[in-house]
């Protein structure tokens, strides 16, 4: 059974040009996963949060977030869909912006 649990790389999105994925850090998303439960945390150009979720299905998981971009506190809900090595990632704002990413397992810590 695959596993959500890793340091996943942010490779790019429809949404971001490189320059702001990479704004401050390398872009990223952190997640452990324990049964069906979920916990993480990412950061992404100027938006870094933490975020609460749960399996969905075997490669859905659904998540609820908090953090901060730009200063400003967001929050709202997201999903994960993972294809092996790949991880789609998805942010939601609470009525707001929708932004995706894809992400690869990091090369370091693959299973």
């Known amino acids: 059974m695959a596993s959500f649990t890793g340091t996943w790389q942010v ?3 429809p949404d971001f ?3 702001y994925l990479r704004m401050e ?6 997640l452990k996963q324990s ?18 979720g749960w ?11 908090e953090g901060m971009d730009e200063l400003e ?7 994960a869909t993972l294809s092996g090595d790949h991880l789609t990632f998805e942010l939601r704002y609470y009525l707001g912006d929708e932004y995706v990413f894809d992400c690869e397992r990091s090369k370091s810590l693959r299973q």
């Open 25 to 30: 850090v390398a872009p990223y998303v952190i």
């Open 35 to 52: 049964g069906d439960r979920v916990e993480g945390k990412y950061q992404v150009g100027l938006q870094t949060g933490t975020l609460d």
């Open 73 to 79: 506190e967001m929050h709202g809900a997201g999903r």
């Open 17 to 19: 040009d490189e320059g």
């Open 55 to 65: 399996l969905e299905r075997q490669n859905l998981m659904l998540f609820s977030f």
């Open 11 to 13: 490779v790019s999105s």
